[in-house]
């Protein structure tokens, strides 16, 4: 049915996208194996080897001095503090950390990298080993991580290309995990948890537009039941969660229609377009001998004592794995909401901050649903960020607070907070409570007066009701809550609604 359309061997741009049912097909036939390398840029102040500033947005070649630019003759000298967010990562996985690592130099020509080489950690680096659990409760090892030196930016116009140094030679570690998964899923989910933690070690802003966090992926698809791995393609820079997922999804279909060809898979580099969906050979991949790697002369081997690593573990933050277990125990959350609130820290700390603020007004898990469904939708929506958010925890808890007392109810609390959220939260809830005079109403016998007015006005339903039709109680109930537009209090309105109607089916 796929018959080939071109003749080309690498890459088949021409094929249709992919559709669900292919891929399932295709899947049941192969399993795919996926290893992932993460660039991690570590928010240390200054760069690598030099005491420029590592600020994103500053003016091009603005944070460059003669060692970055690799004028002839500087010296690198280590950055201490990179050493140390390199170790607490190290401690986080349960990387076996080496006392000796060795820099190198990794030889090639770009014109981002004005050195003609890059500073990186090859055959020996700081640490190998580790792990990372997925929410599947799969282990992924870790292979290693090292330390290295990011390259500068090539900026393309329209006539010209330009070259910004600013990003030369901040500092990186590159973490690269064993072929384990099995699936685009678990490649996003791991992907996610990692950068859960490198942001709960305040080691890396984990911004993956920003390009402060960044992934290439490795795969190769084998038939199901082969233990040889298939030929790897490697895609290059992918830049959003979702487009990784998307990525390798259309990595496997075209491997395997190359192989349902008879063809065979080229170990290439890809790269992914967002736009049409698919991966596109860049150039065939480099052999670690392309780079002609020698121990750089210029630095002495990385020696890491233990009291050091003693001294980065006492550093350690609440890791997300814990404090998800203690929000399960000490907030009576499900692991699901636990996971959630526990999957960035700066959210965690602003639900715990919005529990203090209700201080027993309501359940913490009724905080947990405000806070993982409206408030979560409207962060992600406006792109809010956790630590200064428009809505603060003090005008989310006074919100929620006031459904907990009773002053409001809950619909009505839901369309004050899409206000706030709209025009910004002025002076708060209570005060917006007060100036739309939202307060709720409990007076019964105002209640009772609306509630019959309701009936007279509905009298075919009321029949129909007083005949057995009593899923009508819903209609009834809307209708008051419509009348009052929204501030009878929901509980009242049944048990009022309830009292009358038996009332009228007796008499
Ligand atoms: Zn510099």
Redesign the pocket.
């Known amino acids: 049915m796929n018959a080939p359309q071109n003749g080309t061997k690498t890459s088949r741009p021409s094929e249709a996208p992919v559709n669900k049912s292919q891929e399932s097909t295709v899947l049941d036939r192969y399993e795919p194996v996926i290893g992932l390398e993460v660039h991690c840029q570590l928010k240390t102040k200054t760069?690598l080897?030099?005491?420029?500033s590592t600020s994103f947005g500053a003016m091009p070649n603005h944070?460059?001095?003669?060692?970055?630019?690799g004028h002839p003759g500087v010296l690198p000298v280590l950055n201490r503090e990179v050493v140390n967010f390199a170790i607490r990562f190290a401690l986080a996985v349960e990387a076996n950390i080496h006392e000796i690592s060795v820099f190198a130099r990794k030889q090639y020509f770009y014109p981002d990298l004005p050195k003609g080489y890059q500073i990186t950690q090859f055959d020996l680096p700081y640490c190998t080993g580790g792990k990372m659990i997925l929410a599947s409760g799969k282990a992924v090892r870790l292979m290693r991580a090292h330390i290295e030196e990011d390259a500068g930016k090539n900026v393309h116009g329209d006539e010209s290309s330009y070259v910004d140094l600013n990003r030369?030679?901040v500092p990186l570690i590159e973490i690269v995990s064993e072929a384990d998964i099995r699936n685009p899923e678990d490649a996003a989910d791991y992907l996610k948890r990692l950068r859960s933690l490198v942001r709960s070690l305040d080691i890396c802003d984990g911004n993956l537009e920003e390009g402060s966090f960044r992934c290439d992926a490795n795969i190769s698809i084998r038939p199901r039941g082969q233990e040889k791995f298939g030929t790897r393609c490697e895609i290059k820079n992918l830049n959003s969660f979702r487009n990784i997922e998307r990525a390798i999804k259309y990595e496997i279909l075209r491997q395997a229609d190359l192989l349902d060809h008879g063809e065979k898979v080229l170990q290439q580099t890809m790269l992914f377009d967002a736009a049409s969906g698919k991966t596109q050979a860049m150039r065939s991949k480099e052999e670690s001998h392309d780079y002609r790697y020698f121990p750089e002369p210029d630095l002495l081997p990385l020696r890491i004592d233990a009291a050091r690593i003693e001294e980065q573990r006492k550093a350690l933050p609440e890791l997300p794995e814990a404090m998800a277990r203690r929000f399960q125990e000490q907030h009576a959350l499900s692991a699901y909401d636990a996971a959630v609130l526990t999957s960035d820290k700066d959210l965690a700390n602003f639900y715990e901050a919005v529990v203090k603020r209700v201080d027993g007004a309501v359940t913490e898990k009724i905080v947990a649903n405000w806070v993982t469904s409206e408030y979560l939708r409207e962060a992600n929506n406006r792109s809010w960020d956790f630590i200064n958010p428009p809505i603060t925890s003090d005008h989310l808890g006074e919100l929620i607070e006031l459904i907990g007392k009773g002053v409001i109810s809950g619909r009505i609390a839901k369309t004050l907070f899409e206000e706030m959220a709209e025009k910004g939260p002025g002076n708060g809830p209570k005060a917006m409570v007060q100036e739309q005079g939202l307060v709720q109403v409990s007076d019964t016998s105002e209640i009772r007066g609306v509630i019959n007015n309701v009936l007279d006005a509905n009298p075919g339903q009321l029949a129909e009701y007083l005949g057995g039709r009593d899923k009508l109680f819903g209609f009834f109930v809307g209708q008051t809550m419509k009348v009052s537009g929204g501030k009878m209090n929901p509980q009242l309105v049944n048990d009022v609604l309830k009292e009358l109607l038996d009332a009228r089916r007796k008499g």
């Open positions: 760069k080897f030099c005491g420029c944070n460059t001095c003669p060692i970055c630019l030369a030679g």
